[in-house]
């Protein structure tokens, strides 16, 4: 099987042809007041799939159905190509499996993104700072 990686905040897909096209509909809403997002994405690509792996922030919850949702362990995730090393504790992945094979699914998630600005690991001339991402009164970078 071949597998296929997305990143928006990571999706993928087992597939066994060409790597496919994957489209997005998208409907988000930020409170940089309370610092959260919340989103659902139709995910769809052109052949059906009896699973889909995809990667999310900590804490945004989220749902997909009707099937199963699991979250994976590292090295479950490892298997599927996903390997965080340094970043591991702000990323979850989850495994989503459709009753039955299916071209999308569609996941709802919700929650906090609030990481501090910080220094980059190592030092430039004109270092910046950097983060995974925030949601504030002052800005978003996602």
Do not use: W
């Amino acid at each position: 099987m071949r597998k296929t990686l997305f990143s928006l905040l990571i999706f993928a897909a087992l597939d066994a042809g060409a790597a496919p096209t994957v489209k997005h509909s998208l409907k988000v809403s930020l409170s940089p007041e309370a610092g959260t997002i919340e989103a659902e994405d139709a995910v769809s690509f052109p052949s059906p799939a009896g699973e889909f792996v995809f990667t999310l922030h900590k804490g945004l919850n989220p749902e997909a159905g009707p099937g199963t949702l699991e979250i994976l362990t590292a090295a479950a995730a490892a298997r599927y190509g996903i390997n965080f090393s340094s970043a591991a504790d702000i990323y979850d992945t989850y495994r989503y499996i459709p009753r039955k094979a299916a071209k999308g699914f569609t996941i709802k998630y919700k929650g906090p993104l609030s990481h501090p600005l910080g220094e980059q690991v190592e030092e430039y001339a004109r270092s910046f700072s950097e983060t995974p991402g925030i949601i504030s009164k002052d800005g978003c970078y996602l």
